[in-house]
């Protein structure tokens, strides 16, 4: 089955400064690669995904990288803010709506 | 759109009785449902997939005689924890997603258990 790799574990920026979180997925039929945030007790939440057709994807602070050939993908936030604190997942599925496999998070915190 | 609620949000129940846990899809009607479980500070582990009138598909190591999981209806999927134990307490999340080609899983709020 699918293996979802992700690193750091734990990441402390500075506010303003840029944030990279990257990931290693092992099935080379995923197709479909989302990120949450999730904070504390709280659900995860979709923040950005990308497909196996698209190289990168952008929105506002944040953009996603993928590397179908080495089978990695990475997500970068820009311009940190404390509120950028929480945990990040990765996560990676075959198909429409399939399974996700989730990488084993990175704890994000944002120093004022 | 595509509001998935979760009952209860927290539950607190003794060593060896059973608590069921409900999954609604608010404004969609889910064809499928995933349930996660989540122990402090790790990550989402896939338990079971549910689609709507077929048995549930659990993942390894899982126990179906533990984890009975109901997808009974297109907005509702139960998971009954049975004969629950203190190793039991965790975080449970379900996801849904609907017809169509959507990728797109909306996540419930969870439910926090915790077994005494």
């Known amino acids: 089955g699918e293996n979802v790799e992700q690193h750091p574990s734990t990441l402390s920026v500075q506010e303003g400064d840029s944030a990279v979180i990257k990931c290693t997925y092992s099935d080379s039929a995923s197709n479909y690669f989302p990120w949450y945030k999730q904070e504390l007790g709280k659900r995860p939440q979709l923040i950005i995904d990308i497909r196996s057709n698209v190289g990168e994807k952008k929105d506002q602070r944040i953009a996603v990288t993928l590397n179908k050939t080495a089978k990695h993908f990475s997500l970068h936030i820009t311009e940190t803010q404390p509120e950028d604190s929480a945990v990040y997942f990765c996560?990676?599925?075959?198909?429409?709506?399939?399974?996700?496999?989730f990488g084993g998070g990175t704890r994000v915190l944002v120093k004022p | 759109g595509a509001v998935v609620s979760q009952h209860p949000s927290w539950v607190i129940c003794k060593s060896g009785t059973s608590v069921k846990i409900e999954c609604r899809s608010l404004d969609f009607q889910a064809t499928t449902m995933f349930w996660y479980r989540q122990f402090p500070k790790q990550s989402l582990m896939l338990m079971a997939t549910?689609?709507?009138?077929?048995?549930?598909?659990?993942e390894q190591g899982v126990e179906k005689d533990k984890f009975l999981i109901n997808h009974a209806s297109l907005t509702l999927s139960t998971l009954t924890v049975t004969s629950a134990h203190p190793e039991d307490s965790s975080f449970y999340i379900c996801?849904?997603?609907?017809?169509?080609?959507?990728?797109?899983?909306?996540f419930g709020p969870g439910t926090r258990l915790t077994v005494t």
């Open positions: 996560a990676a599925s075959r198909a429409a709506g399939n399974k996700l496999t």
């Open positions: 549910s689609n709507e009138g077929s048995k549930a598909t659990y």
């Open positions: 996801s849904a997603r609907g017809r169509g080609a959507s990728y797109e899983q909306y």
